[in-house]
């Protein structure tokens, strides 16, 4: 007997990227790169942008899945493909001109809702919302803390968490005052 029921999945390692009190940060979503069975979830988020962190000249499998790409044309979402050094190997860190990249689109509320996201969702989307923790004034411990518990104790990359520990706010250049969501005002007061 077919089900009447409509599913909603949500995409691997999926959240709202929550303030210090934890409450969420509007239109930010972080997650693992959403299959086709995310893609009614997806559309319930009302999505304009997605940060893809991963190397460009990698194999098929970094880039994002025809699923994604294909949800992203239909809904006229912007893609923002940002990665590693060209020729690097996938489990080097982001560079630094990467995260800032990332950042650049994530601060900027016109790009909302935004989703941050790669293959899994755990150590370049970690380490760019662990910059953007830090940005917001958080300290590296709690920085740190969020960005294990989406890898999980065994899986952190100490180079990752160097990146975010030596991440330094004033690298970023803001858009316009009236583009920057609320939640970043108060860090930045």
């Not at 929550?18 to 940060?25: D, G, L």
């Not at 991963?54 to 992203?72: R, S, Y």
Request: with cysteine; hydrophobic share 40%.
């Amino acid at each position: 007997m077919p089900s009447t029921f409509n599913r909603v999945v949500p995409p691997l390692n999926f959240a709202h990227v929550p303030n210090e009190k934890v409450q969420v940060e509007e239109g930010i979503y972080r997650s693992g790169q959403p299959s086709s069975i995310n893609m009614p979830f997806l559309q319930s988020l009302e999505l304009k942008t997605i940060v893809w962190l991963a190397e460009p000249d990698i194999v098929a499998v970094e880039e994002p899945n025809e699923a994604l790409l294909a949800f992203a044309d239909e809904n006229e979402l912007t893609v923002h493909h940002l990665g590693l050094a060209e020729g690097g190997n996938p489990w080097d860190p982001l560079t630094e001109q990467c995260v800032v990249d990332a950042l650049h689109h994530i601060t900027n509320t016109s790009n909302f809702p935004i989703l941050i996201s790669c293959g899994m969702g755990r150590h370049r989307t970690g380490t760019v919302v662990g910059c953007l923790r830090r940005l917001q004034g958080w300290n590296l411990a709690s920085a740190l803390e969020e960005y294990r518990r989406f890898t999980g104790t065994r899986r952190s990359r100490v180079v990752n968490e160097l990146a975010i520990e030596a991440f330094e706010p004033p690298s970023i250049t803001l858009p316009a005052r009236k583009l920057i969501p609320n939640w970043l005002w108060a860090a930045l007061d």
